[in-house]
C-alpha cells in the first residue's frame, strides 16, 4: 500500500471462476469488502483472502421447493379486469386477459373471492355478488345495462419474482422462474425463520448478512403484449403486500375495512405521485409496522449469529421506509442504497443506521437499467459512472457517507480498462471527501430550507425511484440541485407546515403539478395551512412555488395562494378574464432560461408582480413581495448545474444572506464546499472542459484552474 | 341599370355632408336601402332620393337627460372587490379598487345594500351581516382570521354605456358619455315606450327601425389600469341583467332565491365558456322571456307606426337569442348579423324571421375591432373584406340570406378605391348565389351532423362571438369548417343527446377542453349519456372528439368515453401507467397535419387504437372501430381550407357516404356547391394562386381553372 494513498471503505463484487480479477480489482480500488451479486458467488479463494464478506440473500425468494409444495404461502396483489362494454343483458369478463400470464394466477380459494369485486364502471355501482359467477377464468355478470363498462377486481398470486422477471426479460436469463414467499403466512415466516438460523449456521465465512432487501416488491405488473410489456409500475406503492390475512389483521388493527376498491380505484391504483386516500395512509403504516417486527425477528438471528445486517434499499424494500418511524427498531447495521444521483445519497446518509453505503451505477450487467448497453458493445461504462459520479460528487460534498462499492459480474469489467480507472478515481475523491467530513462538517449557510409535499419526511429527498424514471416531476430536479448547495434541508408534510414548522423554516419550496402528492392537491383548500404559509410569507419568509403549487381543483383560482405569487395557472376558469400585461424585468441574479419549462395558461393576476423570464408572452420566472415576504413562481426546473447555481442565487438574493459562507465561485459550473476545521476549501469542476473561478471563500480570495471535472481540495489554513 | 347586372338587396350606410358619394355609392352597389350608423346622421337629400330608410336606435342609450333626473332607472351588475388580506382582525376593503371608475358608481341604497356580500375567501365562507360595516365605498370586516383574504360582492350602477365607452376608448369620441336605461324599471320603461311613439312620428322617413340592438349589453367590464384595461368579458352572457328588481321578479317568478354568489363565483363569474349552474340556466330563461316580452311592446309600437322592426343581433343583444325558445314571438321583420366568418350566416339564416341580413366588415371606422387601422393610414379595407368574404361565401353557398350591407361612415371609403371595387364584386357574387338558391337548395350529402354542447340550439354555430374572439377553442374551428359542407348540421344539447336525439344523427361532434361548455364537463358522468353514445357508435355511428371531448374532473378516465376512443388525456393520473406504443399508420384521406394540436399528455389506452398522426410520439389523429361504427380523435382542429377539406374527407370516408353529391374537387383549394333545380356548380378558389381542380358533379366530370379567390357558376344543363 502506498503511502498517503487512501483505502478501504469499498465494497467490491467478486464472482467465483475469477479470482485472480477479484483479488486483483480488489487491490487496485482498494476494497476492504467482497460481496457476491445476484447470479454470482464467491469461491473459498475469495472468501478467505483477507477480506470482510458480505452475502446477499433475497430472503423471500429462491425457495421454490417450498412454494410449490405451498402455493397458499406465495404474494399476492389486487388487479383489476379490463373493462368489457355489455351489448345486452349479459356480459363476460375475462379476468387475466391483457395481463403477463407468467407473472400471474388467479387466487379463486374461497376466502380470496370474498374479496373479488364487480364494477358498473359507467354507474360508478358495484354489482351485488348475487348478480355475478366465476368459472374458469371468467366471470358472468347477469341483468346488466346495455352499453355500460364492467370490470372486475380480483385477487392473485404473484407466481415470478418480479426482479427475477426483470432480469430474465431484460438480460435474457433463462433459470428457472423464482417464486415469492409472504412472510404474513404462518408456514412462509416459520419456513423463513429456519431458513435463516440454517444459512447462518452454513455460511459461517460471512460477516455481513446483504438483505436484498426484505419482503415485498415495489408494484411492476406486467402486461401480455410487447406494446405495453409494462402495464403499472411504481417503486413506492404497496399494493403488493396485500392478502386477505394482510387485510384482515389490518381491519383487527384499526377497526377499518379496506375492499378490493380501495386498490384497484377504477383501475388507476394509487401512485406514490398522487395524493393518497387516508386508507391507503393507514394501510401503509400498518405495513411499516409489520415489515419492521419482522425484519427485527431476522436481524436477531443474524446477529446471534455473530454477523451483522446491511439492508438493501431498493427492489423488495416497499414497508421499510428509511425515514420512517420504524426503521431504527429494527437493528440494521447497514442501510446500502443504489445510487445515480446526489439526492439518493442525501436519502441514503440521512436514514439512522450505523453504517451508510453507496452502490455505484452501472451495475456490472451488460444492459443499464434505461434499457442502453453498458458492459457490452456499444456501452462506454466509463462515462456512465463518471456522470453519475458528479452527481453523487456534489452531494457528497455536502453530507458524506461511510462506504462505497459495486455490484453485478466482476468479469464484465475485463473489456473496459477505462472504467476501471474511473472507478479508482471515484473511490479516491470519495476516500477524500470522507476524510475532509471526518474533521468537521462542511460550512452551512443559515437558511433552512422547508421542501413541503404530501409524504413529508417518510420521502426525503426522493419521489418514487431513482431520477431518470421520475425525472418529469419537477420537485426531483430541485431535490438534486438542492442535494449539493449549501443550506440546510428538511421534508415536511402539509399537517406540520400548517401547525409549525414554518417557524424553522426561511423558504418554503412547493413545487409539484395538480393533484400530484407532490404539489399536494386540495388539501391546500385547507384555511389554517393558506393562512399559516401566507403569515409565513408576510413575517419575511421566502416561498417558491414551480409548475402548479398549491394548486386545488373545483374550477377556482388554481393555485390556492395565487394571491400570494401574483400568477396563476389557467385551467379554462379565466376564460374571458383578461390577465395583466406585464414587461420582463431583469432579475437580481442570473436566470438559468433552460431550466424553466413552457407552461401554456400561466398569467400574471397581480399589478405588483415581478415578471423576470418568460416565454411567448407566458410569464416563467416571476416574484411578489407580499409584506415583508417573497413569493417566487417558476413555470418549471430542469436540473442542471446552471440550475442548480441558479436556485442557489436565488435563495442567496432573495432572502438576503451573505454569500461568504456559500464559497461562491465566479465560474457557474464550479460548485464549492468549505470545511471549516481543515479550512479547506473543495473545488468541483461539473463541466467537461478546462474552468478557471474565483471563489470567495472566509479565507479570503482564491483563484483556480481546474481541469475537466476535476475536484480540487484546496487546504487554506 | 344594366341588363343582366343584379342589383338591390344591399343596405348601404349614408352620411350627412356626402350626399354626392352616399347616391353614388349607392348606384355603383346597387343599393336599394340607406341607414345611419352609430355616430352618423342622413340628410333629407338623402332620405328623399328614393332609397329605402334604416334608421339605427340604440333604444336604453341617448336618454341622459332622464337618466340623470331618474338614476335609478340606470342599468347595473354585480361586482366583486379584489380579495384583501387580513394581517390582524380588521380588514378594510375599497370596493371599486381596480374597476374603471367612469363605468362603475356603487349602488348603496338599502335595497341593494341587502343584497352586498362579505366572504372569507380562505374558509369560503360568507360572513354575517353584523360582522361588516359599510361606509365611503369601503366595507370594514370586523373579527377577521389573520392572514385570510376577504372579498365584498356589491351592485353598482354602470353610467356609461359599453358600447359608447369601446367608441370613445378606441377611436377617441369625445361627445357625452352616454349612458342606458333598465326597462325593468317601470318609469324607464314607460318612458322608453313614449320616447319611441314619439321618435316613429317624428321620422315618417324611416321604413325600417333597426334596433341596435335592445336592452342589455354582453358584459364587458373594464379595469382602471392600461394593463388591464378589460378586466372581463363575455359576449353572451347575462351579467349586465341584474337588479335587485330582476332577483326579486326571478323569485317570484321561479321560487328560487339568486345571491350575489350565483353571479360572483368567487370572482371568477360564469363565461359562455364554462358549464354553467342550474341557477345560471333558469335566470338565463328568465330574462329571455323578460326581453321578448318588453321587445314585443316596441314592436308592436312601430308596426303600429307602419314601419318595420329589423334588429340587430350584437352589443345590447342579450336575453334576445335568434335560435332561443322567445324569439320569433317578438315579432321581428327581420335580423341583422354583422359577420367576418362563415359560422355567422348560418346562425343568421337560422332565425325564424321574415329577412336576414348581413352587415359586412370592415365596418367603415378608422380602426378593426381587432385594434389594427382599417380605413386609415396602413389599413388595407379590401383586403380585409376579401378575406371576410372567403370565410361568408361558402356558408352563403350552403344556406344563403336575404340581404347584405355595410356600416359606420362612408366619407371613410374616400381614400380606398380598391374597396370600392371588392365590395362591388362582392355585392355581385352574394347576389348570384342569392339567385341560385332561389331556385332551389344546393345539394347536401345524406349525413346528418350532430354537435352536442352544454347550450345546445340555443347556441348554434356560434361560441361566444367573433371567430377571432374565441379562436383558442376547438369547437369555432369545427363550426367554420361545417358551415361550408355539404353536410346537415344540427347543435344539440347533452339532454336531447342522452334521449333520443342520436336516433337522427349519423355524426355526432363534441369538440372543447375539460370543464368547459362546449366539451360539457361532468355532464359527462352520466350514465344514460355515456351509454347512448356508446350504443351510437357501436350501432354505426361516427363520434368526433376534438381536444379534451367527453371530458370529466375526478382523477378517473380524464375522457369519459375513453373506452370508446381508444385514448385518453393524462391530467396526472396515469403516473405510473404506461401507454401502449404504437405505429403512425397512413389515413384513409389526406391528413392535414397543421390543423392538428400538439397536446401533451394525449395517450393510447387501447391495443386496437389506430394511430393517423402523432407529433413527438403524441397521437394527435386517432380511430378506434367500437361495433359497427367508429371514434375518431382530433388532439385539435383548426380552421383552414385544408383543414376543412380533411373533416369534409373523413366524414366521406368514415360513414362510407358516396362523395358524388358533395361534388368533390381534385384541388383542396377549390370548394363547390351543387344546386340541382338549376343543375348548376359553383365553383369557390379559395387560394389566392390560379387552381386547376377536376370536379366529380352529379352531371359528370368538370375540369376548371380558377382565377385566385375565383367564383365561377357553372351551369351543366
Known amino acids: 500500500m502506498e503511502e498517503n494513498k487512501l483505502r478501504g471503505d469499498f465494497t467490491l463484487p467478486g464472482e467465483a471462476g475469477c479470482e485472480e480479477l477479484t483479488l486483483r480489482l480488489a487491490q487496485t480500488w482498494g476494497a476492504d469488502v467482497i460481496r457476491d451479486s445476484d447470479g454470482t458467488k464467491l469461491s473459498p479463494e475469495i472468501t478467505e483472502a483477507g477480506y470482510r464478506i458480505y452475502s446477499t440473500i433475497c430472503i423471500i425468494r429462491e425457495h421454490n421447493a417450498f412454494a410449490e409444495a405451498h402455493p397458499e404461502c406465495q404474494q399476492q396483489t389486487f388487479l383489476s379486469s379490463d373493462p368489457v362494454t355489455a351489448a345486452g343483458p349479459e356480459v363476460r369478463i375475462p379476468l387475466l386477459r391483457g395481463y403477463f400470464d407468467e407473472q400471474f394466477a388467479l387466487n379463486d380459494t374461497a376466502e380470496a373471492l370474498a374479496c373479488w369485486e364487480v364494477w358498473d364502471r359507467t354507474a360508478d355501482a358495484r354489482i351485488p355478488r348475487e348478480s355475478w359467477q366465476y368459472a374458469d377464468g371468467e366471470i358472468t355478470v347477469s341483468g346488466c345495462t346495455p352499453w355500460h363498462r364492467y370490470t372486475a377486481s380480483f385477487l392473485c398470486w404473484r407466481v415470478w419474482e418480479e426482479i427475477n422477471m426483470y432480469n430474465h426479460t431484460t438480460n435474457h436469463w433463462t433459470s428457472a422462474h423464482l417464486r415469492q414467499l409472504d412472510p404474513r403466512h404462518p408456514l412462509a415466516w416459520q419456513y423463513l425463520q429456519d431458513w435463516l438460523e440454517r444459512w447462518c449456521e452454513d455460511n459461517p465465512q460471512t460477516d455481513v448478512v446483504r438483505l436484498t432487501s426484505l419482503f415485498y416488491n415495489f408494484v411492476w405488473i406486467f402486461g401480455d403484449d410487447a406494446r405495453r410489456r409494462t402495464r403499472f409500475t ?188 474511473t472507478i479508482t478515481r471515484i473511490a479516491d475523491e470519495f476516500r477524500r471527501l470522507k476524510q475532509l467530513h471526518s474533521h468537521g462538517a462542511p460550512a452551512v449557510l443559515p437558511l433552512r430550507v422547508a421542501v413541503v409535499h404530501t409524504w413529508g419526511r417518510l420521502r426525503s429527498w426522493t419521489l418514487s425511484g431513482h431520477f431518470h424514471e421520475t425525472d418529469s416531476h419537477i420537485l426531483i430536479h430541485l431535490n438534486e440541485a438542492l442535494a449539493g448547495l449549501p443550506v440546510e434541508v428538511s421534508f415536511i408534510s402539509f399537517a406540520e407546515a400548517a401547525s409549525g414548522a414554518l417557524r424553522k423554516a426561511d423558504v418554503l419550496i412547493n413545487a409539484g403539478m395538480q393533484g400530484d402528492a407532490w404539489s399536494g392537491g386540495d388539501v391546500w383548500r385547507d384555511p389554517q395551512l393558506q393562512a399559516e404559509v401566507t403569515r409565513f410569507v408576510h413575517e419575511g419568509g421566502l416561498l417558491i412555488g414551480a409548475g402548479e403549487p398549491t394548486a386545488v381543483s373545483g374550477g377556482g383560482e388554481t393555485l390556492a395562494l395565487s394571491g400570494l405569487f401574483g400568477v396563476d395557472v389557467d385551467k379554462g376558469q379565466y376564460a374571458c378574464h383578461m390577465p395583466w400585461a406585464f414587461e420582463v424585468e431583469e432579475a437580481p441574479f442570473a436566470v438559468c432560461r433552460d431550466a424553466l419549462a413552457a407552461r401554456p395558461g400561466v398569467r400574471v393576476t397581480a399589478p405588483d408582480t415581478h415578471v423576470w423570464a418568460a416565454d411567448g408572452g407566458v410569464p416563467q420566472l416571476t416574484c411578489r413581495e407580499a409584506g415583508r415576504g417573497r413569493a417566487v413562481y417558476l413555470s418549471g426546473f430542469r436540473w442542471s448545474p446552471a440550475a442548480s447555481r441558479m436556485l442557489l442565487e436565488l435563495l442567496l438574493c432573495l432572502t438576503g444572506r451573505n454569500g461568504a459562507a456559500a464559497s461562491l465561485s465566479s465560474a457557474p459550473e464550479v460548485e464549492t464546499a468549505w470545511f471549516p476545521a481543515d479550512r479547506t476549501l473543495v473545488a468541483m469542476n461539473n463541466a467537461e472542459r478546462e474552468i478557471a473561478a474565483d471563489i470567495a471563500t472566509p479565507a479570503g480570495p482564491v483563484s483556480l484552474r481546474l481541469q475537466p471535472l476535476e475536484m480540487r481540495i484546496c487546504p487554506l489554513g
Open 234 to 421: 411504481d417503486w413506492a406503492s404497496y399494493d403488493f403486500t396485500v392478502s386477505p390475512a394482510a387485510l384482515a389483521a389490518f381491519e383487527a388493527e384499526t377497526g377499518m375495512r379496506l375492499t378490493a376498491e380501495d386498490f384497484i380505484r377504477k383501475g388507476f391504483l394509487q401512485a406514490t405521485h398522487r395524493v393518497p386516500t387516508d386508507a391507503k395512509r393507514a394501510y401503509m403504516d400498518f405495513i411499516q409496522r409489520f415489515v419492521a417486527e419482522k425484519a427485527k425477528v431476522l436481524v436477531d438471528i443474524i446477529h446471534r449469529h455473530g454477523k451483522q445486517a446491511y439492508v438493501f434499499y431498493d427492489d423488495s424494500w416497499v414497508g421499510m421506509e428509511p425515514c420512517g418511524k420504524y426503521f431504527a427498531s429494527v437493528g440494521f447495521d447497514g442501510l446500502i442504497k443504489c445510487v445515480f444521483s446526489g439526492f439518493e445519497c442525501r436519502l441514503c446518509a440521512m436514514a439512522d443506521v450505523p453504517v451508510h453505503e453507496l452502490r455505484f451505477h452501472p451495475y456490472l450487467f451488460p444492459v443499464g437499467l434505461g434499457g442502453l448497453p453498458t458492459f457490452s458493445e456499444g456501452g462506454h461504462p466509463e462515462r456512465d459512472a463518471m456522470e453519475y459520479w458528479l452527481h453523487v460528487r456534489r452531494a457528497l460534498a455536502r453530507q458524506c457517507v461511510d462506504r462505497i462499492g459495486l455490484g453485478g459480474y466482476l468479469h464484465l469489467t475485463e473489456g473496459f480498462p477505462a472504467f476501471t480507472q
